[in-house]
Structures are given as C-alpha cells and as structure tokens.
C-alpha cells in the first residue's frame, strides 16, 4: 500500500457529515444547502442538446490529447478572454477532465518523488486537492495564510529563502474560494520573479474566472499578466480553467490546461499512462460551450441578484464582505466556527461550511478558523431564503450573547 495515503487529511465534507450527525433541524422548514461548491443553475439547453448530438462519439477510444477543433476553441476563447494572442492549440492547450484531476495530475507531473525535502506552496484556506497533491507525489505544503487584516494579499515575500529554495511547484487560486480575491499585476509580477529566480513552476487555478460581478472588469488571469509583462511563451507557468462554474455543468467534467509547452508535453504523457482523456461527447459539447457567451453573462446576472439580495438581508446582523468574484460570502462569525455552523443548521436547516475545515494550522494561527463559507450556488429564491434563516439566527444568537442585568 502506499504509505503516503496515509498523510491524507479528511475532506471537509466528510468532516461536517460528522458534525452535523448529532443535529435535528426543525421539521417544517425545508433544508437549503449553502455548503459546497455546486452551481444549481441549471445546465443550459443546447449544451444539453449538444451532449446528445454528438454522442456518436462514445464508438471512439478518445485520444489524451484532445480533437484539435477543442484545443482550438480553448485557445480562441483565451484569445477573445484574456485579450491575448491565441495559444498554440498544438503544444499549449490541453483537455482536462475538470480543474481537479488535472490540479492533481500536474503536481505528479511536476514533483520528483525521490526528492525528500520538496515543497509546494499552497494559499491557506484553500483547495483541498491541492495538499493532498502535493503530499502523494512526495512533497509538503507550505502554506501562505491569508487573511482579511491583510486584504488577503498572498505574502510571497514571507516565505524564507530556504522554503523558496525547496520550492518546486506553486498553487495560486485567483479568484481565490473561499475568498473571492483577484491577484493583481504587481502580484503576478513578484511571482514570476520568485519563479525565475528559484525555477518553481506555477499553476494557477482560475476555475472561478468567469463568476465576476463587474462586467467592466473581468478577472486579471495568469496568462494575460504574463503576457503584459513580456513573458509569451508562458516559462513555467500552466493555467487551469474549467466549464464546470462557467456553464453550469460540474457534472460534464471539462476544463484546460493551457501555457509553457514544455510542461504541457510532460503533463500529456503522464496523462497518456494515466488514462485521462477526454470523452469525444463531452469534448464536441464543450467546443460548443467555449463558444458561447450569452449564457455565461446570465449566469453572473443571476450571481450578482443573489448576492445583493443576501447582502441586504444578512450584512445588518452578520457583516459580510462583498467578493470580488467566485459564488462564496467568506464571512467572520461570533465565536467558534464549528459551533456556528452546528447550531445555524440545528435552528434553521441551513448548511455552511467550517471555514477551519479549509484551512491548516500554520505558522501558529489557522486563517480559516472563525469564518464561515457560504457557497451561493442555488436560486435566487433560496439564496433570499436562506439569508432571512441566518439573519434571525444570527439576531437571536447576538441577543442571547448580551448578558441580562
Ligand atoms: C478552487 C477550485 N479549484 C478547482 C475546483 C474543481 O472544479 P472542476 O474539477 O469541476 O473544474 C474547484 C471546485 O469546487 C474549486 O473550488
């Protein structure tokens, strides 16, 4: 057996399962599930109906690397995206089958499992696949904590030189869940230096590029920063996205990776002997979704509505802060953020998530500890619903905080 399974954490889910296990919510109030990461808008039609036509393609073994009229749309969307030449849809784009595996797959790709000090710098709350990553191929995290007290700008220079020194591989989460922050172009500039300096290669997860609430000012992403900072050929520098927030389809399992070639080569024959590829269904289905615009734009209609009519029933009781982007309120709750979510659900049949459950005790503090994840992935009637449960919730928690005299 693989002895490194056993340095797996358990997932969040698994952990609230647990917590709530013991919990009875009122009988009469239907439950609304504010917990996990699942976009319930629903899947749009002709991407449906595109699965459907072009399921001739399940008589074909798929090939790993993808039909070239996918990598195609991939890089025409980047282009038209990012407002950047288009990739080279032959050696700088490939088919993932969602962000996830592929954020999996790159760090055994990228790590070399006979180097025992090797180390992978993750944010802190975080993407869980991004530790267990890095701890079956052979390496530790070391984790960057974020927090609201620093804008939750990742603190690249308060990594010592000895943990640089060991650095092979760099996950940055922009927009980042659970906090909805952007990287800026100072930032990326500092990285890629950190990068050319110490020759980690960074991934940059960006599966929530296309939830934003200002049309104006779409999400900076890692290729067009680099591009803007003269760096064309992407060195060490491999982007995930994924259709599954943009389009509505977690369930069709289609993303890319896109950037430095030379990894990308690497990345396809790893991915070749580990059997990832893409069905040629979900692939024709997915050039039709990269394709189309008008559907992603609704989306975020319906996010910004959500969002503003959760912030005006919740932020008198409970302040929230307003992300830049992503579907989460990452919000600071009274007391303990277990407790919180316990009781919330026990009183109101309303599930978040332990924001402790994303993060890691590091550097002496846990930057997840008392905050709550709120993912807003359901419809705007709930999101309404929801926000009245946890005001009052958060009303009466607050009044039986004030001690009688
Ligand atoms: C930060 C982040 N990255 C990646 C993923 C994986 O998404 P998918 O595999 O559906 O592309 C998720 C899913 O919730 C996520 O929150």
Same mark, same amino acid.
């Given at each position: 057996?693989?002895?490194?399974?056993?340095?797996?954490? &358990?997932?969040?889910?698994?952990?609230? $399962?647990?917590? #709530?296990?013991?919990?009875? &919510?009122?009988? *009469?109030?239907?439950?609304?599930? !504010?917990?996990?990461?699942?976009?319930?808008? &629903?899947?749009?039609?002709?991407?449906?109906?595109?699965?459907?036509?072009?399921?001739?393609?399940?008589?074909?073994?798929p090939?790993t690397k993808?039909?070239?009229?996918?990598?195609?749309?991939?890089?025409?969307? #980047?282009?038209?995206?990012?407002g950047?030449?288009?990739?080279?849809?032959e050696?700088?784009?490939?088919?993932?089958?969602?962000?996830?595996?592929?954020?999996?797959?790159?760090?055994?790709?990228?790590?070399?499992?006979? @180097?025992?000090?090797?180390l992978?710098?993750?944010?802190?709350?975080?993407?869980?696949?991004?530790? *267990?990553a890095? #701890?079956?191929?052979? %390496?530790?995290?070391?984790?960057?904590?974020a927090?609201?007290a620093?804008?939750?700008?990742?603190?690249?220079?308060?990594?010592?030189?000895?943990?640089? $020194?060991?650095?092979?591989l760099?996950?940055?989460?922009?927009?980042?869940?659970?906090?909805?922050?952007?990287?800026?172009?100072?930032?990326?500039?500092?990285?890629?230096? !950190?990068?050319?300096?110490?020759g980690?290669?960074? =991934?940059?997860? @960006?599966?929530?590029?296309?939830?934003?609430?200002?049309?104006?000012?779409?999400?900076?992403?890692?290729?067009?920063?680099?591009?803007?900072?003269?760096?064309?050929?992407?060195?060490?520098? /491999?982007?995930?996205?994924?259709?599954?927030? $943009?389009?509505?389809v977690? *369930?069709?399992?289609?993303?890319?990776?896109? *950037?430095?070639?030379?990894?990308l080569?690497?990345?396809?024959?790893?991915?070749?002997?580990?059997?990832?590829?893409?069905?040629?269904?979900?692939?024709l289905a997915?050039?039709a979704?990269?394709?189309?615009e %008008?559907? /992603?734009?609704?989306?975020?209609?319906?996010?910004?509505?959500k969002?503003?009519a959760?912030?005006?029933?919740?932020?008198?009781?409970?302040?929230?802060?307003r992300?830049?982007?992503?579907?989460?309120?990452?919000t600071?709750?009274?007391g303990?953020?277990?407790?919180?979510?316990?009781? #919330?659900?026990?009183?109101?049949?309303?599930?978040?998530?332990?924001?402790?459950?994303?993060? $890691?005790?590091?550097?002496?503090?846990?930057?997840?500890?008392?905050h709550?994840?709120i993912?807003? =992935?359901?419809?705007?009637?709930?999101?309404a619903? %929801?926000?009245?449960?946890?005001?009052?919730?958060?009303?009466?928690?607050?009044?039986?905080? /004030?001690? !009688?005299?």
């Amino acid at each position: 057996m693989n002895p490194r399974l056993g340095l797996l954490k &358990p997932y969040p889910f698994e952990r609230l $399962r647990t917590l #709530l296990a013991g919990a009875t &919510p009122p009988a *009469g109030l239907a439950p609304v599930n !504010l917990h996990i990461g699942e976009p319930q808008h &629903p899947t749009p039609d002709f991407l449906k109906a595109a699965v459907g036509a072009n399921a001739g393609g399940l008589a074909r073994y798929p090939l790993t690397k993808g039909l070239p009229e996918l990598r195609q749309a991939v890089a025409q969307w #980047l282009a038209r995206r990012h407002g950047i030449p288009a990739p080279d849809a032959e050696t700088q784009v490939l088919p993932v089958q969602g962000s996830r595996e592929a954020l999996f797959a790159i760090a055994q790709t990228l790590l070399d499992p006979g @180097e025992h000090d090797a180390l992978v710098v993750c944010p802190n709350p975080f993407y869980q696949i991004y530790e *267990g990553a890095a #701890l079956l191929g052979g %390496a530790r995290p070391w984790f960057l904590n974020a927090s609201a007290a620093t804008g939750f700008v990742p603190a690249w220079d308060h990594v010592p030189e000895h943990a640089w $020194r060991r650095t092979r591989l760099v996950f940055t989460c922009s927009p980042n869940n659970p906090n909805g922050r952007v990287m800026t172009m100072a930032e990326w500039k500092r990285l890629f230096e !950190l990068s050319d300096r110490h020759g980690f290669t960074i =991934v940059s997860d @960006e599966c929530y590029s296309e939830i934003y609430f200002d049309e104006s000012a779409p999400p900076l992403g890692a290729l067009a920063a680099a591009r803007h900072l003269g760096r064309d050929s992407y060195p060490r520098l /491999v982007v995930m996205g994924s259709l599954s927030k $943009r389009s509505n389809v977690p *369930g069709l399992r289609s993303g890319f990776a896109a *950037g430095d070639a030379a990894v990308l080569e690497k990345f396809l024959l790893y991915r070749t002997y580990h059997g990832s590829a893409m069905s040629n269904m979900v692939q024709l289905a997915s050039v039709a979704a990269w394709n189309d615009e %008008a559907h /992603v734009a609704e989306n975020r209609r319906l996010y910004r509505e959500k969002f503003a009519a959760f912030f005006d029933l919740v932020n008198p009781v409970l302040p929230l802060a307003r992300p830049e982007a992503a579907f989460y309120y990452w919000t600071a709750v009274p007391g303990d953020d277990e407790a919180f979510t316990r009781d #919330l659900y026990a009183a109101a049949n309303v599930t978040v998530l332990p924001g402790s459950y994303l993060s $890691r005790e590091a550097h002496g503090t846990n930057p997840g500890r008392g905050h709550v994840r709120i993912a807003l =992935v359901s419809t705007v009637e709930e999101a309404a619903e %929801a926000g009245r449960r946890i005001a009052e919730f958060a009303r009466s928690r607050s009044r039986a905080a /004030v001690p !009688l005299r």
